[in-house]
């Protein structure tokens, strides 16, 4: 044998080992968490992040002394370049001057687009939510990006009456059964029906490119989707999907197309996840239904994970935000097979609150979230508020909590 071909096995054995020795360190479980801004006085809640294609962090919240009651609640925003150690400033990302900004949410389309969408609140009611959104190709320079289009999202929700009835059925012989001919009343009235319709959770693209954006009613506490078939220069809404209580909806896509939608809880205990199909593309839903999955009436978000599998971050127990739970499911939502939480305060006097997250998946498959921190033990008037960073990669989840 030459010396030149023990050599190049050598160079092979060695570039086998540096490949086999990054597989390995890159699947070593890891998680780092760091506050996006220091306690603030004021509230600061509802976040959203996603990824830029530079591969910069921009996540999005609301601030303000309050929420839909304060005029003076604002969309900040904030940036952490890639390899940056640290995030900008928070800068106001909009603002209508007199009114509640509430509810942003960001997200990249498949052309490179960014688009924020958020609500301003007209008359101090979340059912008086207007819907805006901002789309920008021109997003690489520090601070807010240039936007290209602003524009209105105004929704007419098909066949909501005659929805609402549906579901009145199963209500009949209940004590909820005069309640709902009220939510039945309430939803033949156009002005009524076409406010307050929010978002909350991250659109998704459809392998079509059908652009959908889950949103949510307060005033009925149902779900609806908003759909563009043209980018976002039209839209038209599905059905509403109407049960027992269910908004802030989330998607994920199965392998046949199905979409199925997880909604918190806002209806009357047990608290569990509420659930519904779609198998025309988001058009029409199932009735919502009750899960297994507990759920505190707070904010979830499920995606889609390149390896095929679902990812959720949810507030995993029937009442308070103390503990919050990533899971995932290697089965479409049938199972949950593994469970880590990324807080969970055990003090039994005024635990944290770690809740409103959202999750993004980076092109080297780590997951990036951002949540809301809400430190309750420190005293009154002491800043205690901030929107919190975590980046960590599955193995980590699938590593479960310490013993």
């Known amino acids: 044998m030459t010396q030149c071909s023990l050599l190049s096995k050598q160079m092979i054995r060695t570039l086998l080992f540096a490949l086999l020795a990054s597989t390995a360190f890159a699947e070593k479980p890891f998680i ?41 609640v604002q969309i900040m925003a904030a940036r952490k370049p890639k390899g940056a150690n640290t995030w ?17 949410v960001v997200f990249v389309d498949r052309d490179q687009r960014l688009w924020l969408m958020w609500q301003t609140i007209v008359a101090h009611r979340w059912e008086t939510a207007i819907s805006h959104y901002r789309i920008s190709t021109h997003y690489s320079q520090p601070g807010v ?29 209940t004590p909820y059964a005069a309640r709902w001919e009220k939510v039945i009343e309430r ?26 954006v889950p949103l949510y009613s307060d005033g009925y506490s149902f779900s609806l989707v908003a759909i563009s078939d043209d980018k976002g220069l039209t839209w038209h809404a599905s059905e509403p999907i109407v049960g027992g209580g269910n908004i802030q909806p989330t ?45 505190s009436g707070t904010g979830v978000e499920v995606i889609n994970l390149k390896d095929g599998r679902w990812l959720m971050i949810n507030n995993d127990t029937e009442s308070g935000r103390h503990s919050l739970a990533l899971t995932i499911s290697d089965d479409e939502g049938k199972t949950w097979k593994w469970k880590r939480h990324i807080e969970l305060d055990t003090r039994a006097e005024r635990p944290g609150s770690f809740h409103y ?4 998946q980076a092109p080297d498959g780590s997951i990036h979230a951002s949540y809301s921190v809400f430190l309750n033990h420190l005293p009154e008037g002491q800043p205690r508020k901030t929107i919190r960073h975590a980046h960590f990669n599955l193995a980590w989840v699938e590593e479960g909590d310490s013993k």
């Open 32 to 72: 780092v968490k760091e506050d996006i801004f220091p306690l603030d006085a004021l509230h600061n809640h509802a976040s959203a992040i996603t990824i830029l294609p530079s591969g910069e962090l921009f996540v999005c919240w609301y601030r303000g002394s309050g929420e839909r009651t304060a005029d003076d």
């Open 88 to 104: 900008s400033a928070p800068f106001v990302l909009a603002d209508q001057p007199g009114f509640p900004d509430t509810n942003p």
């Open 145 to 173: 990006p240039q936007w290209d289009r602003a524009d209105v999202l105004l929704v007419k929700p098909k066949n909501i009456a005659e929805r609402a009835a549906e579901f009145g059925k199963r209500l009949q012989g």
């Open 187 to 212: 939803s033949k009235d156009e002005y009524f029906s076409r406010m307050g319709w929010m978002t909350r959770a991250h659109p998704i693209q459809l392998a079509s490119g059908r652009i959908l």
């Open 251 to 295: 998607f994920a896509v199965k392998k046949d197309g199905t979409i199925v939608a997880y909604m918190r809880d806002n209806g009357p205990p047990p608290k569990r996840l509420h659930v519904s199909i779609s198998k025309d593309q988001g058009e029409t839903w199932t009735l919502a239904e009750d899960s297994d999955i507990p759920n």
């Open 357 to 360: 997250p959202s999750i993004v």
